[in-house]
């Protein structure tokens, strides 16, 4: 979404992001108590101090506001497993292993983890699974959340086909999708877009264009909310 939209679009996004004409139970629920909420937890402080630490390595960092995100969202599905496209920074995978010390993270880039990623997660390495063949780790992963809520977070596609069937196939097994960001990569935007042109009969989207959630439960109609994030 270009700059000038999203100014025009603003009023609209801030009033459904308060909840107003939203309709679906599911998705007020959704918005007000996970997406929007503001009540501190108690990973917050942890995630703060980490960031800090990780500015040793980087300035191109995800945001407090983004870790916490994905913190409140596994805090909402409770995944016993998560598996993540691009190791990115580690301070992503971090926020999804914070909400539960029983929580795996399984995580796939075509490139090797950065020095920052490793520094971040070392303390944690024990329960994060560095997937060395997408294939072979997406079959591993379909099997171990069989009975428990799937949940895919993106940081950075690696191909868009292959990444696309995948998560369709997540979704259509009432799980989520998670998008950390949308806008810096081309290959990121176009396999946002596709999937969610794809998956036509179900499931709801939460964006701002910049990042976005598609809960994919088939009980769900197919709606897209456009919020503040």
Not at 44 to 51: L, V
Not at 98 to 115: A, F, G
Not at 130 to 138: C, L
Request: with cysteine; charged share 20%.
């Amino acid at each position: 979404m270009g700059r000038i939209k999203r100014l025009i679009t603003a009023p609209l996004r801030f009033r459904t992001s308060r909840g107003f004409g939203v309709h679906s139970p599911f998705a007020f629920s959704f918005i007000i108590n996970v997406l929007k909420q503001r009540d501190s937890f108690y990973s917050y402080s942890t995630q703060n101090k980490r960031t800090l630490a990780a500015r040793n390595y980087s300035q191109n960092l995800p945001t407090k506001s983004l870790q916490h995100l994905i913190f409140r969202i596994c805090n909402r599905f409770h995944p016993n497993v998560v598996f993540e496209i691009g190791h990115s920074t580690g301070l992503e995978a971090m926020a999804v292993l914070d909400y539960s010390s029983s929580c795996q993270l399984m995580s796939y880039d075509n490139r090797q983890p950065s020095e920052l990623f490793n520094t971040i997660t070392e303390r944690a390495k024990e329960r994060i699974t560095i997937v060395p063949n997408f294939k072979t780790g997406v079959e591993q992963y379909k099997n171990l959340t069989i009975d428990s809520t799937s949940l895919v977070v993106v940081n950075r596609a690696q191909n868009n086909d292959t990444d696309c069937d995948f998560i369709l196939s997540i979704l259509n097994r009432d799980g989520v999708a998670l998008f950390t960001d949308i806008q810096h990569d081309d290959i990121t935007k176009a396999l946002w877009e596709e999937i969610n042109d794809r998956l036509e009969t179900h499931g709801m989207t939460f964006t701002n264009d910049r990042r976005g959630v598609i809960v994919g439960n088939t009980k769900l109609p197919r709606q897209c909310y456009r919020l503040w994030l």
